[in-house]
């Protein structure tokens, strides 16, 4: 038997409600799989911000530190302004582990209507780079609350992240080995550095993986092509920000938002590495119980793929695809009535055939 300690945080809003949706999952293939969780839960996230006047404590990076890895609900809360929420205990967990690879699958699954009338077969992952670009936070206020006030915030992009996040790009294309391609995101037409960069370590990485197809786009086509030829993507890495406005767009083509899962991943595994939903807190839904609670069951699913367990990862995939195609038991994004519990029931029910 194989035990792995996760870190549990359910953070905010529907957070906190999707989290033992995906708890209940993962109790019930350990006991298939021959592995345990040790959960350890913390209540970190806006309410401890009411409570202490930060996101996460002190400490709160050493004490996830030991962890093999992290499960993440949501962050945010509509009295907290958002660069508070996310730079309180997001981007510091991403940063401190060195989680540089953020992937993003967006898989339209049968049976899931998408907005688009002929999207075709919808099969990508969108890697983001996640610990530098445009989410540095390298910059500051000059004369702040007056009326001359400046900001400046620099992206960074250096070659050792850039060249990093690219390679894995390519290892991934090789390892889904569906159709050996890579796009590559950014906007070099107008930013003409750091951009510029990441073409020309696009160039160079591709050179040593001649199997696989690649595809340099702008970030304004790549958003167009999501739309016009969503078919033909396989995987597709961008910095930081181009990563995170294109996999809202890839949630959505693919059905919903409640849908998406994603993972923050130190490929060295000398820290741990995060799972968590790409949808945030829903303010305006939480509470009610209807929240989908299968992006956060799906990124349960990639945290056992990521822990060596690929076999429970498939057979919770396939029971989530299960449910949506054969379309009973729906939650209200996709058109359902269904409940929170109720979809979770749903998927518990094909695990258990
Ligand atoms: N599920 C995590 C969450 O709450 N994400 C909200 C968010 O705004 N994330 C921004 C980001 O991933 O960069």
């Known amino acids: 038997m194989s035990t792995f300690s996760i870190a ?11 989290m033992p949706e995906a708890r209940k999952v993962l109790d019930l293939v350990s006991a298939r799989y021959d592995v345990e969780f040790e959960h350890t839960e913390f209540d970190w996230g806006t ?4 409570q202490h006047g930060y996101m996460m404590p002190e ?9 093999d890895a992290i499960l993440l609900g949501a962050v945010g809360h509509p009295d907290v302004p958002d660069h508070v929420t996310l730079n309180g205990l997001l981007l510091p967990i991403r940063r401190s582990f060195d989680q540089y690879v953020c992937e993003r699958p967006a898989r339209l699954y049968p049976g899931v209507p998408s907005p688009l009338a ?12 996640n610990t530098e670009g445009e989410y540095s936070q390298a910059g500051g206020f000059v004369y702040k609350n007056l009326a001359d006030e400046v900001a ?3 992206s960074i992009f250096t070659r050792h992240g850039v060249e990093r996040i690219i390679r894995h790009a390519f290892g991934l294309a090789r390892k889904r080995n569906r159709r050996k391609h890579v796009t590559s995101i950014t906007k070099s037409n107008a930013q003409g550095y750091s951009m510029v960069l990441w073409d020309r370590v696009f160039a160079e990485v591709s050179s040593d993986y001649g199997d696989v197809e690649t595809e340099s786009l702008l970030v304004d086509a790549a958003a167009m092509n999501f739309i016009r030829r969503p078919h033909t993507f396989d ?4 910095s930081n920000l181009f990563g995170d406005i294109l996999s809202d767009i890839s949630a959505m083509i693919t059905g919903s938002m409640g849908l998406a899962p994603s993972s923050n991943v130190n490929p060295s595994r000398e820290a741990p590495s995060m799972f968590e939903p790409v949808h945030g807190s829903a ?3 939480a509470g009610h119980g209807i929240v989908n609670p299968i992006a956060m069951i799906l990124s349960a699913a990639m945290m056992l793929d990521f822990l060596n367990v690929a076999d429970a990862a498939r057979v919770v995939e396939n029971a989530v695809s299960a449910v949506l195609s054969e379309g009973k038991v729906l939650p209200r994004d996709l058109g359902g009535e269904a409940s929170t519990s109720g979809v979770t029931a749903a998927v518990l ?5």
């Open 8 to 18: 549990v945080i359910p953070g905010d809003g529907v957070g906190l409600e999707v």
């Open 47 to 50: 309410d401890y911000y009411f």
């Open 59 to 67: 400490d709160g990076i050493d004490l996830l530190r030991p962890f």
């Open 118 to 129: 002929n999207p075709g077969e919808i099969d990508m992952v969108i890697v983001r780079e």
């Open 152 to 154: 400046v915030q620099t």
């Open 235 to 238: 995987v597709v890495v961008g």
């Open 283 to 285: 303010p305006d839904i």
């Open 349 to 353: 029910d094909k695990l258990r055939q």
